[in-house]
Nanobody
């Protein structure tokens, strides 16, 4: 099993930055792929980025060049650095863990955190 807890969300102005954190625990974390997803009001949850063991990454086109993910397995932490934020980035952000790596489909992720809210507004 893997337990996940996100933090770091908040209100930020357009063009600003936030760093989300995902604290992971459980015996399966070290071999798990981790993904970040987001869900805006009235919309389906969508893929943002995935990071495999060894820090190989895959990004959604909508965030390439603006978002960066990293994992520190010594601390069991995964981070999502979000720069140049836009109002359309407003959503509840989730981290999730999968036994496979670099998956973009949420159905491939078995373990989920509760989410952290990111609001981009002036």
């Amino acid at each position: 099993q893997v337990q996940l807890a996100e933090s770091g969300g908040g209100l930020v102005q357009p063009g600003g930055s936030l760093r989300l954190s995902c604290a992971a625990s459980g015996p399966q974390y070290r071999t798990s792929g981790v993904g970040w997803f987001r869900q805006a009001p009235g919309k389906e949850r969508e893929f943002v980025v995935a990071v495999a063991v060894g820090s190989i990454t895959a990004y959604a086109d909508s965030v390439k060049g603006r978002f960066t993910t990293s994992r520190d397995d010594a601390k069991s932490m995964v981070y999502l650095q979000m720069n140049s934020l836009k109002p359309e980035d407003t959503a509840l952000y989730y981290c999730a863990a999968s036994s496979t790596w670099l998956r973009k489909n949420q159905s491939d992720y078995r373990y989920w955190g509760q989410g952290t809210q990111v609001t981009v507004s002036s």
